[in-house]
């Protein structure tokens, strides 16, 4: 059994190929169109944020619950959050650009808008700053403490390792208090603030869990991809259908958030919460508003729901798809038409896109590689290796 992955040169060169594919797109972007290239920065540093978070959240349940199937597979979502310090270094570049996403950040607007001056003691740029510092600090402390203990777990005696073990479940519950709360705020930070007229109580919620969908699907997707190159040999069919069912569970769950939040709205009929919806109704939009709900909830939901199939590597990794496209065009449709408004996809989106995509990528094989791939000292380890129902 292979205990340590590695990061071939080819894989680096491509995933560096990509960075400055996505950092050139980023600069020739901002001499062409500001405001285009920033909102598609948040879009894609939200994106892959949002992976690193689900991923954290997904690991403090399975420590809290003292899940025993997981156990062996707990390296990735660590690997995962490595990419958090990254994220929070590139977030806070977004004070360069806030102009040009966030209506609030201009003084002549708020002066002649009742409701933006209202909301101008949570809504200016120091304090926003400043919570954006304090989320990130307390994400990455936390992701940190879990990750040291976790390493510290492969080279302890029999005596500490159940001591090492509840450290971490200890640090779990904190995070995942923290979490809640923390990425609530930020959903409503980075991204309803860009309607700063309109608001959601259900938008963190959904933000949430949309998070907690697609990172457990990332997490799946690096497993798979490390079992066709020999690791992992003991995956079987009960592994493939825990994760197969949590995207199935967590799509049902994303997808009734997003169409409580939308019901409501539509029922209530109220002009202050409709016009969020009355803009991403209008003719092009309206096919990413149905590709939105059906990549992220009919699909997975419809694909997944019989056992064979949930059990079918093939065709989870095709679902992981959809989603990767689904997570994309939610954001999309959630950022663009309150900042340039336009629906395009072009070098811009593109270039960003990859760009983040490598910078990822990079960050997490190099994580992988610098630890052993399953955890030996982790007390549930032989349940996961011989997991079955």
Same mark, same amino acid.
């Given at each position: 059994?292979? +205990?340590?992955?590695?990061?071939?040169?080819?894989? *680096?060169?491509?995933?560096?190929?990509?960075?400055?594919?996505?950092?050139?797109?980023?600069?020739?972007?901002?001499?062409?169109? #500001?405001? *285009?290239?920033?909102?598609?920065?948040?879009?894609?540093?939200?994106? /892959?944020?949002?992976?690193?978070?689900?991923? &954290? /959240?997904?690991?403090?349940?399975?420590?809290?619950?003292?899940?025993?199937?997981?156990?062996?597979?707990?390296?990735?979502?660590?690997?995962?959050?490595?990419? $958090?310090?990254?994220? !929070?270094?590139?977030?806070?570049?977004?004070?360069?650009?806030?102009?040009?996403?966030?209506?609030?950040?201009?003084?002549?607007?708020?002066?002649?808008?009742?409701?933006?001056?209202?909301?101008?003691?949570?809504?200016?740029?120091?304090?926003?700053?400043?919570?954006?510092?304090?989320?990130?600090?307390?994400?990455?402390?936390?992701?940190?403490?879990?990750?040291?203990?976790?390493?510290? +777990?492969?080279?302890?005696?029999?005596?500490?390792?159940?001591?090492?073990?509840?450290?971490? +479940?200890?640090?779990?519950?904190?995070?995942?208090?923290? %979490?809640?709360?923390?990425?609530?705020?930020?959903? /409503?930070?980075?991204?309803?603030?860009?309607? &700063?007229?309109?608001?959601?109580?259900?938008? !963190?919620?959904?933000?949430?869990?949309? !998070?907690?969908?697609?990172?457990?699907?990332?997490?799946?997707? $690096?497993?798979?991809?490390?079992?066709?190159?020999?690791?992992?040999?003991?995956?079987?069919?009960?592994? @493939?259908?825990?994760?197969?069912?949590?995207?199935?569970?967590?799509?049902?769950?994303?997808?009734?958030?997003?169409?409580?939040?939308?019901?409501?709205?539509?029922?209530?009929?109220?002009?202050?919460?409709?016009?969020?919806?009355?803009?991403?109704?209008?003719?092009?939009?309206?096919?990413?508003?149905?590709?939105?709900?059906?990549?992220?909830? &009919?699909?997975?939901?419809?694909?997944?729901?019989?056992?064979?199939?949930?059990?079918? =590597?093939?065709?989870?990794?095709?679902?992981?798809?959809?989603?990767? $496209?689904?997570?994309? =065009?939610?954001?999309?449709?959630?950022?663009?038409?309150?900042?340039?408004?336009?629906? *395009?996809?072009?070098? =811009?989106?593109?270039?960003?896109?990859?760009?983040?995509?490598?910078?990822?990528? @990079?960050?997490?094989?190099?994580?992988?590689?610098?630890?052993?791939? =399953?955890?030996?000292?982790?007390?549930?380890?032989?349940? #996961?290796?011989?997991?079955? %129902?």
């Amino acid at each position: 059994m292979k +205990e340590q992955s590695t990061v071939s040169t080819t894989f *680096r060169i491509i995933s560096l190929t990509l960075i400055v594919i996505g950092a050139t797109s980023f600069l020739a972007g901002l001499f062409s169109d #500001s405001q *285009r290239t920033w909102a598609n920065y948040l879009i894609v540093n939200y994106y /892959f944020l949002s992976l690193a978070m689900g991923a &954290a /959240f997904f690991y403090t349940l399975q420590s809290i619950s003292q899940s025993g199937w997981s156990s062996a597979f707990k390296r990735i979502p660590e690997a995962m959050m490595a990419y $958090i310090p990254f994220a !929070a270094v590139l977030f806070l570049l977004l004070y360069f650009g806030m102009h040009d996403i966030y209506h609030w950040t201009h003084s002549e607007a708020v002066a002649s808008d009742q409701v933006l001056q209202h909301k101008s003691a949570y809504l200016n740029t120091p304090f926003f700053i400043l919570r954006m510092v304090i989320c990130f600090a307390l994400w990455v402390l936390f992701t940190w403490l879990l990750r040291k203990t976790s390493l510290q +777990e492969d080279h302890a005696g029999p005596d500490n390792i159940m001591v090492l073990f509840n450290k971490s +479940e200890l640090y779990s519950k904190v995070f995942i208090f923290i %979490f809640a709360i923390t990425f609530s705020f930020s959903a /409503f930070d980075w991204i309803m603030s860009i309607d &700063a007229h309109w608001y959601s109580t259900l938008f !963190a919620l959904k933000n949430v869990v949309a !998070a907690f969908l697609h990172g457990v699907s990332i997490i799946t997707l $690096i497993v798979f991809i490390l079992f066709r190159r020999g690791y992992f040999p003991f995956l079987n069919k009960y592994h @493939l259908h825990d994760f197969s069912r949590y995207i199935f569970m967590l799509s049902i769950v994303w997808g009734y958030f997003w169409f409580a939040q939308f019901m409501i709205i539509w029922y209530g009929n109220i002009p202050e919460e409709t016009v969020y919806y009355y803009v991403r109704w209008q003719e092009g939009w309206k096919v990413l508003f149905f590709l939105e709900i059906g990549l992220n909830w &009919a699909l997975p939901f419809l694909i997944l729901l019989p056992v064979k199939t949930s059990r079918n =590597i093939k065709v989870i990794t095709v679902v992981i798809l959809f989603l990767i $496209i689904g997570q994309y =065009i939610d954001l999309f449709v959630q950022i663009v038409p309150g900042t340039t408004g336009l629906l *395009r996809f072009g070098w =811009i989106e593109a270039g960003m896109l990859l760009g983040f995509a490598g910078l990822f990528a @990079l960050i997490v094989a190099t994580a992988l590689s610098k630890a052993k791939l =399953i955890p030996p000292g982790h007390p549930y380890l032989e349940e #996961s290796l011989n997991h079955k %129902f």
